[in-house]
């Protein structure tokens, strides 16, 4: 039985990106911090599809905790895609921080979502065909770069595409779905 990871299925575009995957008759293995937020996108993807749904709370998320849980993927499930959901703020200004506060900021945004891929390398080089979508986000754009794993163990990037316009991931403007379905769906 093959799985879908998503990463930060907590946010916004997580949780659409899991809906639609859950709609294609996907399983899905679903990553976030907030286990309350996750759980209860599970509940809702349940009532309305058919698949197999895991949680993995990424709470306190560093380097020890992403390998445990990566070696917890490895060991039970057989990872056909990971969709890495990347929140991406352009205009995001650092706060004061003493050093140790600012390091485990950096590590968390920039450091731990390539860890993921690294982890799960092993697993995704197992599916032929599998794949690997980044999904960067921002208050006006929402881009995709899509690559394939080959048998050979090659990555090629075969898609990029960038939506703009109206998208939005914050609370005062909706996601524009039907433009982020289809993007999926094309992925």
Known sequence: MNFHVITNADTVIGRVVARELAQQKRNLILLGENITELEELKRLIKLQYFVHIHILGLTQPNRARIIELCDFINDLFFVESLVDIVPDDDNAV??????????????????????????????????????????????????????????????????????????????????????????????
Not at 149 to 178: H, I, M, Q
């Open 94 to 187: 650092l706060p004061e921080l003493i050093i140790s506060k600012l390091d485990q900021q950096l590590t968390a945004d920039l450091v731990l979502p390539l860890l993921v891929i690294h982890q799960l390398l092993p697993n995704l080089m197992l599916c032929a065909e599998s794949k690997w979508i980044r999904v960067m986000s921002n208050d006006h754009s929402l881009s995709f770069e899509t690559y394939l794993f080959s048998e050979t163990g090659g990555l090629f990037k075969c898609k990029t595409c960038v939506l703009t316009n109206d998208y939005a991931v914050g609370s005062e403007r909706k996601c524009s779905l039907p433009d982020i379905m289809s993007m999926i769906s094309s992925c």
